[in-house]
């Protein structure tokens, strides 16, 4: 098939759906995708495999490379279904109150697919809905006060983008790290706090020392949407207003 690019075959998001099958099990990439999706919120990543879901539909693995010609096209499916669900934040009254919206959407489709912070921020999301979201933020943010030119809007989405991408790494590998250990969160933070404390009374790390004593102990979400204004504040102020 000729391409603006030469030979090189089309990205999933150009090619059509494969006609359908007089076939007892009727597929789509739609249900191939919530299958992936469901079998890797219960099992993760690791343990999704092509034999895995054509087993969970109940068709042979040769009829899902009809619509997925490898497992990188199937996380790109699964990615952009998590991102239609981020989608729905949709626009607010103004663009702070967007860019909020669409950050903690991205935590709590985080929170319930675990396995997207493994693949967020990673190979290019350049799927509908991805970029349906990407249009989202860029758009509300170029309506910030700070954002003045092209390289000001760069700046915000990439800022904004590590922060998120970072802090819900962070909690996920917090809410593994508990579960491996078999307690709750709370639990498995109070079992290091003893040695914490030895190391704090050596007055090497006095800094950390008072965040830790005088400091607010916030609960995830708290810590998440604290740190979401403080980096949405600083990277939309006007620097004018502030000499």
Known sequence: MDTPYGSAPLPIWERPEPQPRAAPVSLSREKIAATAIRLADAH????LSVRKIAKDLGV??????????????????????????????????????????????????????EWFSDLHGGRPQLGPHALAVGEATAAALSQAPGVHDIGDLQRAVGALNSFIIGALRR???????????????????????????????????????????????????????????????????????HQ
Do not use: C
Request: proline share 5%.
């Open 44 to 47: 993760g990543l690791d343990e």
């Open 60 to 113: 042979g693995p040769m009829r899902l490379y009809d619509y997925v010609v490898n497992r990188a096209e199937l996380l790109d499916l699964m990615v952009d279904a998590v991102y239609a669900q981020i989608a729905e934040a949709g626009p607010r009254s103004d663009w702070r109150a967007t860019v909020l919206a669409i950050a903690r959407a991205t935590r709590d489709a985080t929170l319930e697919h």
């Open 171 to 241: 909690e996920i590998t917090e809410r593994r790290t508990a579960r491996s250990t078999g307690t709750d969160e709370p639990a498995w933070q109070a079992s290091l706090g003893p040695y914490l404390t030895r190391m704090l009374k050596t007055g090497r790390y006095p800094t950390i020392a008072r965040l830790v004593i005088d400091g607010d102990h916030l609960d995830a979400e708290e810590t998440f949407n604290r740190n979401l204004t403080t980096i949405v504040d600083g990277i939309t102020s006007d620097p004018l207003t």
